[in-house]
């Protein structure tokens, strides 16, 4: 996979006609795969990163709900940055992408749906192992 494959998704909003704010709605045919679970990150401290890492099958889709963070995307050929801070859109990620998250904005909440369970076993955490993977 490249990191064009990376795609911006646009979630569907609805504006309330009485004015009483926006409702987004994700039904099972907007992404790829069925959501088997769901996680966010929320409270990340200024300056703090996660992700540093790539999935070997796992496919997911990043919203900021709240606020706005970098998404900084490798496929070990080519590094490219999309920016998330809107909660009618999000970002799918492939599997075999390296991911880091960063610059958080003050009260970012990153929703992430994904493809399948936790298992430790689907993570590249050193991103040399990432290299050997996606040359193998
Ligand atoms: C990703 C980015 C965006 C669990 O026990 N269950 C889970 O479902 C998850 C996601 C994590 N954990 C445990 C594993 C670690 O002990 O929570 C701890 C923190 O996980 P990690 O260091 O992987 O967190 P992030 O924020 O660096 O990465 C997470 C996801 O793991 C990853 O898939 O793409 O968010």
């Known amino acids: 996979m490249s990191v064009k494959d990376c795609k911006h998704i646009s979630i ?6 009485d004015g009483r704010g926006n409702l987004s709605v994700l039904e099972k045919d907007i992404l790829p795969y069925e959501i088997k679970r769901v996680y966010y990150l929320y409270d990340v401290p200024s ?3 996660r992700g540093g890492h790539a999935h070997k099958e796992l496919q997911q889709f ?6 706005s963070f970098d998404v900084v995307l490798d496929d070990g050929k080519e590094r490219r940055v999309v920016s998330l801070n809107r909660p009618d859109e999000g970002l799918l990620i492939p599997t075999g992408i390296w991911r880091e998250l960063e610059n958080f904005s003050s009260g ?3 929703l992430s749906l994904v493809s399948d369970v936790y298992k430790e076993s689907d993570y590249i955490r050193e991103y040399a192992d990432f290299k050997s993977f996606i040359g193998a």
Do not use: F, H, N, R
């Open 12 to 17: 569907p909003k609805i504006s309330d006609p």
């Open 47 to 49: 300056g703090s990163t």
């Open 62 to 67: 990043l919203i900021a709900l709240s606020g």
């Open 108 to 110: 970012a909440v990153c």
